[in-house]
């Protein structure tokens, strides 16, 4: 389905692109997602680097318009990227994401500091992958900060990425040797997935049981293995 808009919006962009090149870009990432679903990752990559190459050109020419949608789409890349094992390109590719949000984050906060705490996450992730641990905790703890700020203001909107986030804060903290500092910080993500998961069961006891599988972890690192039982049943 996804493929015939694709294919309606290349006909259409190719006689008027100013009116018709932002939908198929639009388009073109729906497709790069579907087929990410179906494992198929390099056609999926190809086909968010279409979208971004068109991003690109319409936010140099408008770039108060369209630098929220290339940051999404370098987002996206990014984690295509990933999938395929190319860390090194991987990073440099949400590193720009992050620098597009950094700026429009600076200039309208409500509407974009969300989406820089969702590109800081990822960069972080793509920095451990490459063994940067440093940079990799320095990174997810800016992420938690905003989104703690976030979560502050809008519970409803912004506690379950907030736990996503303290999650992956209590992983490079693991890595780092900081065990009760990350079993803390797990055991945070664990009460708050658990509130969530009293209100809407079928949405978050997934993200639950994950968050009570690594507190079980941080627990049998500290040598507290009775809990740890405890958290993993």
């Known amino acids: 389905?996804?493929?015939?808009?694709?294919?309606?919006?290349?006909?259409l962009a190719a006689q008027q692109p100013d009116a018709f090149l932002p939908d198929l870009a639009g388009s073109l990432t729906n497709q790069s997602s579907r087929l990410r679903d179906l494992g198929r990752s390099e056609e999926a990559l190809d086909t968010i680097t279409r979208a971004v190459h068109i991003y690109q050109a319409l936010a140099e020419k408008r770039p108060a318009i369209f630098?929220?949608?290339?940051?999404?789409?370098?987002?996206?890349?990014?984690?295509?990227?990933?999938?395929?094992?190319?860390?090194?390109?991987?990073?440099?590719?949400?590193t720009r994401a992050v620098e597009i949000r950094e700026t429009l984050a600076a200039q309208q906060p409500d509407a974009?500091?969300?989406?820089?705490?969702?590109?800081?996450?990822?960069?972080?992730?793509?920095?451990?992958?490459?063994?940067?641990?440093?940079?990799?905790?320095?990174?997810?703890?800016?992420?938690?900060e905003i989104r703690e700020t976030l979560a502050a203001q809008q519970p409803d909107s912004f506690l379950?990425?907030?736990?996503?986030?303290?999650?992956?804060?209590?992983?490079?903290?693991?890595?780092?040797?900081?065990?009760?500092?990350a079993l803390d910080t797990i055991t945070r993500a664990v009460n708050i997935?658990?509130?969530?998961?009293?209100?809407?069961?079928?949405?978050?006891?997934?993200?639950?049981?994950?968050?009570?599988?690594?507190?079980?972890?941080?627990?049998?690192?500290?040598?507290r293995p009775e809990e740890a039982l405890t958290a993993i049943t």
């Open 1 to 11: 389905t996804i493929t015939r808009a694709v294919e309606i919006r290349e006909t």
């Open 67 to 94: 630098l929220p949608s290339l940051s999404a789409a370098l987002n996206n890349e990014s984690s295509h990227l990933a999938d395929l094992g190319r860390r090194e390109e991987a990073l440099d590719t949400i």
């Open 112 to 144: 974009f500091l969300p989406d820089l705490a969702s590109s800081l996450n990822n960069q972080s992730s793509r920095l451990a992958d490459l063994g940067r641990r440093e940079e990799a905790l320095d990174t997810i703890t800016r992420a938690v």
């Open 160 to 181: 379950s990425e907030l736990a996503g986030s303290l999650t992956n804060l209590s992983s490079r903290l693991r890595d780092l040797g900081s065990r009760e500092e």
């Open 193 to 223: 997935r658990e509130t969530l998961a009293k209100e809407r069961p079928d949405a978050f006891l997934p993200d639950l049981a994950a968050a009570l599988n690594n507190q079980s972890t941080c627990m049998a690192t500290l040598g």
